[in-house]
Nanobody, 122 residues
């Protein structure tokens, strides 16, 4: 499956962005989906995930500010990011696992998108 992330950009602190990740697969509904991010000089870190049944998990650093969702009719997942902070600046990657799980480990994901840059100014 191919994943195409979009929606990144430059935003002031306190602002909002919505990221999208479109999947090429007709069996999108069976996949567990997630967002990870990587800031310059740092390791890739987990942001949020949603299972095939719609259960969600979040990193503590984004809980209450970010919301992950999916629309199986459009083969797309979303990440609504509110109250953005400069420390949210990173390249955001979407990922999918065929097991349908929502997990935090990047090694559990089988497919990755190309990333979209999010920059939050102070």
């Amino acid at each position: 499956v191919q994943l195409q992330a979009s929606g990144g950009g430059l935003v002031q602190g306190g602002g909002s962005l919505r990221l999208s990740c479109a999947a090429s697969s007709r069996t999108f509904s069976v996949y567990g989906m997630a967002w990870f991010r990587q800031a310059p000089g740092k390791e890739r870190e987990f942001v949020a995930a949603i299972s095939q049944s719609g259960s969600t998990i979040y990193a503590d650093s984004v809980k209450g500010r970010f919301t992950i969702s999916r629309d199986n009719t459009k083969n797309t997942q979303y990440l609504q990011m509110n109250n953005l902070k400069p420390e949210d600046t990173a390249v955001y990657y979407c990922a999918a696992n065929y097991g349908g799980y929502a997990t935090r480990g990047h090694s559990t994901y089988d497919y990755w998108g190309q990333g979209t840059q999010v920059t939050v100014s102070s």
